[in-house]
């Protein structure tokens, strides 16, 4: 960041790793740098099936303008929105993917590695610690939950080994939305549907419990994000609700997460984490794509971290 210049400040395209030209993120910062504790940076991770060349970083800007013009801006400090490498997609009906290209042959850890770098990346210009809300939609909530987590996998894929070696600090509050948590469980519910196997495979390859970011019988952390949200719409027309009810479970079965608005009514048994529910409407894609109900998740997680001092 170029102090020296005015505000906003807007970049696109910044590449954080030489491993492809999809290795860039886009930033907006509003006005000059405070220290109130009350701010956070926005990271947003876009989904797209690991796969998709029409779902990039470009994808959070309805989300961002909206923000932006928003009472909520008071406690944003910046926005950041990550594009990474993308799994093969040769039968794209536009853009039709390379065996030859980096960009576009990417197989789990690939992408979370990525995302790891990136988040280094912003965290090393911008020094904001911890105080960032990462925020995914679809497999970028996957990716959001991997990252936020990943000191704490015990049993990484050997080709991953070099992930934990730079740990990043991980966010205060994460935001995951129209999320995939539990992939063996999204297959089985769609038996039905191939596309959903082969989406699943062609990023994790034939094991895909490693896409699943939370093991239950693990218990939460201290540096496990303290606020966690699952946004999800009862509209979506692609990812079912069962996938909330399966991570809501596993988090509360953590004991670390207390549901917002009960961890004081005396029965609360969690380590110290809030979790919230967030009901969306409209269709899977539709939430980001015109900005209005991701923008509303987003000020409400805002809300909630505010009144946690």
């Known amino acids: 960041m170029d102090t020296t210049q005015g505000f906003p400040q807007s970049r696109q395209n910044v590449k954080y790793s030489p491993h492809s030209t999809l ?19 926005i990271i947003y991770i876009h989904g797209g099936a690991w796969r998709d060349p029409e779902i990039d ?12 013009q928003s009472r909520a801006i008071d406690q944003i ?4 929105s990550i594009n990474y490498r993308l799994s093969p997609y040769p039968s794209h009906p536009r853009s039709p993917s390379s065996p030859s290209d980096p960009a ?12 790891l770098a990136a988040l280094r990346h912003l965290q090393d210009a911008f020094g904001f610690g911890n105080r960032y809300l990462l925020v995914g939609h679809s497999c970028g909530a ?29 966010p205060l509050a994460l935001l995951a939305v129209e999320g995939l948590y539990d992939l063996p469980a999204l297959i089985a519910y ?37 606020l ?16 909330v009810d399966l991570m809501h479970a596993a988090l509360k079965q953590s004991g670390g997460y207390d549901e917002v608005g009960r961890e004081e009514d005396g ?40 009144g946690m001092g």
């Open 23 to 41: 290795n860039t993120l886009d930033y907006y910062i509003p006005r000059r740098p405070s220290t109130a504790a009350h701010q956070l940076w």
């Open 57 to 68: 970083s470009t994808s959070f800007l309805p989300t961002q303008s909206l923000l932006s």
């Open 77 to 80: 400090a910046g926005f950041a």
């Open 104 to 115: 576009r042959n990417a197989h789990h850890p690939d992408h979370l590695t990525d995302i």
């Open 142 to 170: 996957t990716l959001a939950f991997q990252a936020a987590m990943m000191h704490h996998l015990h049993h990484s894929p050997p080709s991953s080994s070099s992930l934990a070696a730079e740990p990043i600090t991980p």
């Open 190 to 226: 769609h038996a039905d549907s191939p596309a959903y196997q082969d989406i699943v495979t062609n990023a994790f390859g034939p094991h895909p419990g490693t896409g699943r970011p939370l093991n239950q019988k693990q218990p939460a952390p201290a540096r496990w994000p303290k």
């Open 228 to 243: 966690i949200a699952l946004a999800h719409s009862r509209q979506d027309e692609l990812v079912e609700w069962q996938q």
């Open 267 to 306: 029965d609360g048994k969690g380590g110290g984490g809030r979790l919230k529910l967030i009901e969306l409407n409209g269709g899977h894609d539709d939430v980001w794509r015109e900005g209005g109900e991701l923008a509303r998740a987003v000020s409400e997680v805002l809300q909630v971290v505010r």
